[in-house]
T-cell receptor, first 115, second 108 residues
Framework: GAGVSQSPSNKVTEKGKDVELRCDPISGHTALYWYRQSLGQGLEFLIYFQGNSAPDKSGLPSDRFSAERTGGSVSTLTIQRTQQEDSAVYLC?????????????FGQGTRLTVV | GQNIDQPTEMTATEGAIVQINCTYQ??????LFWYQQHAGEAPTFLSYNVLDGLEEKGRFSSFLSRSKGYSYLLLKELQMKDSASYLC?????????WGAGTKLIIKP
């Protein structure tokens, strides 16, 4: 696609429910990143994919968080048994890793509210 | 560990010049990026430096010194729309390491 697409754009869920967030990266981008951003705060790294593998999962806050990427393309971030502290904007970005144009392009994010 | 430092907040006057500094300590270096993020929006790419020196792009310029682990973003002729957070990021071993961002407040 023309840009990074994330869905849903907004999600309100009840505490304890599971949610699944989706990211469609730019076609051909091998690197995919998930970040979390609370209001007025910086980017909190969650996980990085290179192709379908995740060399760095160190940012996942707890075992309630998991992510996968299939076909070197779409990625899903799953949060199980959501808690109120999970409320934030979840941003996905993708990039090339070789060559000159390796800047990351961001999707518009999923705003998650746990009530 | 890997670390990127930027000032938390800066204030400048419309029409003036402001320099936002970024220092980094990373295990690898494959380039440094500056991004702009307006409140409620996703970050957007501004500039990329991989070699030492100054890259100019209109009102915005970015400088890099690899030996000092230092970069700055220079914004000239400030406009009210430049009020935003400015994020510094380093590509280290194919990952992106991000600073916490500098919130720039522009006053008339």
């Amino acid at each position: 696609g023309a840009g990074v697409s994330q869905s849903p754009s907004n999600k309100v869920t009840e505490k304890g429910k599971d949610v699944e967030l989706r990211c469609d990266p730019i076609s051909g981008h091998t690197a995919l990143y998930w970040y979390r951003q609370s209001l007025g705060q910086g980017l909190e790294f969650l996980i990085y994919f290179q192709g379908n593998s995740a060399p760095d999962k160190s940012g996942l806050p707890s075992d309630r968080f998991s992510a996968e990427r299939t076909g070197g393309s779409v990625s899903t971030l799953t949060i199980q048994r959501t808690q109120q502290e999970d409320s934030a904007v979840y941003l996905c970005a993708s990039s090339l890793v070789w060559g000159e144009n390796t800047e990351a392009f961001f999707g518009q994010g999923t705003r998650l509210t746990v009530v | 560990g890997q670390n990127i430092d930027q000032p938390t907040e800066m204030t400048a006057t419309e029409g003036a010049i402001v320099q936002i500094n970024c220092t980094y300590q990373t295990s690898g270096f494959n380039g440094l990026f500056w991004y702009q993020q307006h409140a409620g929006e996703a970050p957007t790419f501004l500039s990329y430096n991989v070699l030492d020196g100054l890259e100019e792009k209109g009102r915005f310029s970015s400088f890099l010194s690899r030996s000092k682990g230092y970069s700055y973003l220079l914004l000239k002729e400030l406009q009210m729309k430049d009020s935003a957070s400015y994020l510094c990021a380093v590509r280290s071993n194919y990952q992106l390491i991000w600073g916490a961002g500098t919130k720039l407040i522009i006053k008339p």
